[in-house]
């Protein structure tokens, strides 16, 4: 059966992640030759240089459940914004099955001319279940000539073939399938009209290079299994012709709305424009251990055994930026954000003006549930949309602990913490190591990617567990050698004088060779 429909009128939604042009990318340097029209999906655009050079056919290839209609649709919907004539041509989903897909993400839309050629619903005999086809119209060229015939009458710029699976079916011979895909390429050259050719890869050996180099660009979408949290997906445009495009892959969701792809980062497209400041905790003898602080631009490691206070003094500088008007952002993926309120509050911090105003802002974050690309994605918001000035990811452990599979997760790491220096942003990393007293091992080697590291140790003496502290690295200027004690009050955080009277603290059984007095009271807690 062959049948032509039209759904009702509309555009995407203009929710700031649904529309996906609502979103503000860093760009891309966009390419100068060939026009180039938008694919509907603003990250997609990025990646391409400024989107599809004009009037070719381009091969999608992916696994069903990657997104390849919803892609598709808003390729189309994108046309349909710019008064532009499109088509979808579907030889295996129903039109019903396409009004669902866009109910489902707030798409009412009319002017989408759909070509249907699926079989009757009750026409299941024998004969029909050969091809989804009748018999009388099993010919290969048949099908191709019926389908041309209504998209010349169309006149469309943009046109969508879903799926190439069935085509393949109908032609059996691999010789006589790529000649009808070369015709079909042929047909639409010159015709100022955009061809996405889909394919769900259900074919025996699931990747058709023959069709790869037909198309003039191919863009591919795979869906990753993870043993635990959701799928990632991921997409890679593998081939554009006569055109640069940000290589590699790029994660991507399917939520409300559409597909939202996450362009790679790369740290060298994004300029430095920052004069270099120092960021005060409030702390004066903290401060001091830094050489007057932490800098912009920088990045500092807080490594340390649990509980330590690696979390509560990332958390001051937080707290003294916002009150300085400065935006500062806490990601937390360990600890829950009312606990982290809570203690703040103990500690004299109120944080709740400074969260009613927007200067302070705390998000937890559940990485099961979240790609690495996302992530990314909100961080720069927050620097282009916000001026973000200090960062805090607590913690390390979290992060990297819960995408196991991520292989290349801290060249990730690298890259954002390049940008967000080049940005100005201070960003502070605290990292938990295994152990309490004596030996410690790191689970994870971060510390060549900070600019400087402040050691967190426990200690004993005179019968009780103390802390100290000590910066062992600063590559962005001078910063004391001293070892201090670090103390937890009502008061807020203390910090003491040099412990000159002790030899092996960082060990975690020091010897004292000096007076008592010159250790700060434990009462003070």
């Known amino acids: 059966m062959v049948e032509q429909s039209k759904l009702s009128e509309g555009t995407v939604g203009s929710d700031g992640r649904g529309s996906n042009h609502s979103k503000s990318m860093p760009a891309f340097k966009k390419e100068r030759g060939p026009d180039r029209i938008h694919t509907g999906i603003a990250g997609l655009d990025d990646i391409l240089g400024g989107g599809l050079p004009k009037g070719h056919l381009y091969l999608v290839e992916g696994d069903p459940g990657t997104g390849k209609t919803t892609l598709a649709l808003q390729f189309l919907l994108e046309g349909i914004s710019q008064s532009e004539r499109v088509i979808y041509v579907t030889l295996s989903e129903s039109r019903a099955e396409l009004e669902q897909v866009a109910h489902s993400h707030g798409w009412p839309f009319e002017s989408l001319q759909i070509y249907e050629m699926v079989p009757p619903h009750d026409d299941l005999s024998s004969d029909a279940q050969y091809t989804v086809f009748h018999p009388s119209e099993v010919e290969l060229a048949d099908t191709i000539t019926a389908i041309l015939e209504q998209v010349d009458e169309c006149k469309p710029q943009r046109v969508v073939f879903d799926s190439l699976s069935e085509l393949r079916m109908l032609a059996r011979d691999p010789l006589k399938y790529r000649r009808q895909i070369l015709a079909l390429k042929r047909h639409f050259a010159g015709r100022n009209c955009t061809v996405l050719l889909l394919d769900d890869r259900t074919a025996e050996g699931s990747h058709d290079l023959q069709l790869q180099s037909i198309a003039h660009g191919v863009v ?165 949309k916000q001026h973000l000035r200090v960062l805090v990811l607590d913690s390390m452990n979290g992060f990297l602990n819960a995408m196991p599979h991520e292989r290349f997760l801290a060249m990730q790491l690298h890259e954002l913490l390049s940008y967000l220096g080049q940005q100005g942003v201070a960003t502070i990393l605290t990292l938990a190591q295994h152990g309490f007293i004596g030996n410690m091992e790191t689970p994870v080697d971060v510390s060549y990617l900070a600019d400087s590291v402040l050691l967190f140790r426990y200690f004993e003496h005179a019968g009780e567990i103390r802390q100290a502290l000590s910066v062992i690295k600063k590559r962005s200027g001078p910063h004391e050698r001293a070892i201090r004690e670090l103390v937890f009050a009502q008061t807020g955080i203390q910090v003491g004088h040099p412990l000159k009277q002790f030899e092996g603290v960082l060990t975690g059984v020091p010897s004292f060779i000096g007076d008592l007095s010159e250790v700060r009271n434990s009462s003070a807690t």
Do not use: W
């Open 220 to 384: 591919m979408m795979q869906s990753l299994e993870r043993d635990f949290g959701i799928k990632r997906r991921r997409l890679e445009i593998r081939k554009l012709r006569g055109s640069s495009y940000r290589e590699g892959f790029h994660d991507y969701i399917i939520e409300t709305g559409g597909i939202s792809i996450f362009p790679r980062l790369i740290a060298s497209e994004h300029k430095p424009g920052f004069e270099r400041k120092t960021v005060p905790s409030g702390v004066e003898e903290l401060d001091d251990l830094f050489g007057g602080g932490i800098d912009t631009g920088t990045s500092t490691l807080f490594i340390g055994p649990a509980g330590c206070g690696k979390s509560t003094v990332a958390l001051r500088y937080a707290f003294s930026s916002a009150l300085r008007g400065e935006k500062a952002v806490i990601f937390t993926f360990d600890e829950a954000v009312a606990t982290l309120i809570e203690r703040a509050r103990g500690l004299g911090m109120d944080t709740a003006p400074l969260l009613a105003n927007g200067t302070l802002e705390i998000q937890q974050i559940d990485p099961a549930e979240l790609a690495p690309g996302e992530f990314v994605a909100r961080v720069r918001r927050l620097v282009d």
